[in-house]
């Protein structure tokens, strides 16, 4: 059985290239997708608490702004592939398909694990920012509840960047 495909017919770089785009694309777009939803979940839940109580409002940015974060780290590990693969470069001569596998392997930590803290980070968001219509004073622990889960982006993060450095 012959397959005349476009798959069958590309070469181990080309395979190293599809693979390292694609785990670019995994790693900015899922990251990204967490954070624009919960930056949006927590910007609905400021805008009500802000438009009662407008002192309110820096407090509520920072909850609001916290859970964008995931889709920055997922941006900077796109870019730590697209530099290290060469791509970014235009040389992509040694980039062959164990190469290419090994980055879309460093960009499923910070993919998958940016898209859940982000969306979990949003509802402890989203509640530190009703407990700021509530009282005016818990801001402080408002950040840490929200923080807590930062924890678990930070750690995508760092899983990421060790597997675009030793691919």
């Known amino acids: 059985m012959e397959s005349n495909g476009i798959f069958a017919s590309l070469t181990p770089n ?23 939803i919960a930056v949006g979940r927590a910007g609905q839940a400021a805008a009500g608490v802000v438009a009662e109580q407008p ?14 974060s995931q889709g920055i780290y997922g941006f900077a590990v796109a870019i730590l592939i697209l530099i290290f693969s060469g791509v970014l470069g235009g040389d992509t001569a040694a980039l062959t398909l164990n190469k290419g596998l090994s980055y879309f392997a460093a960009s499923l930590p910070i993919g998958f694990g940016g898209l859940i803290s982000a969306l979990h980070q949003a509802k402890v968001a ?32 760092i899983i990421s960047v ?3 450095l030793f691919a």
């Open 55 to 68: 002192d309110r409002f820096g407090n509520c940015m920072v909850l609001q702004l916290l859970p964008g």
């Open 126 to 157: 989203v509640s530190g920012i009703h407990m700021l219509a509530k009282r005016a004073d818990g801001f402080g622990n408002a950040m840490m509840f929200t923080l807590m889960v930062e924890t678990y982006a930070l750690l995508s993060l």
């Open 14 to 36: 080309e395979w190293g290239i599809f693979f390292t785009m694609l785990g670019v694309a995994i790693s900015a777009v899922l990251a990204g997708i967490g954070s624009a």
């Open 162 to 164: 060790f597997l675009v």
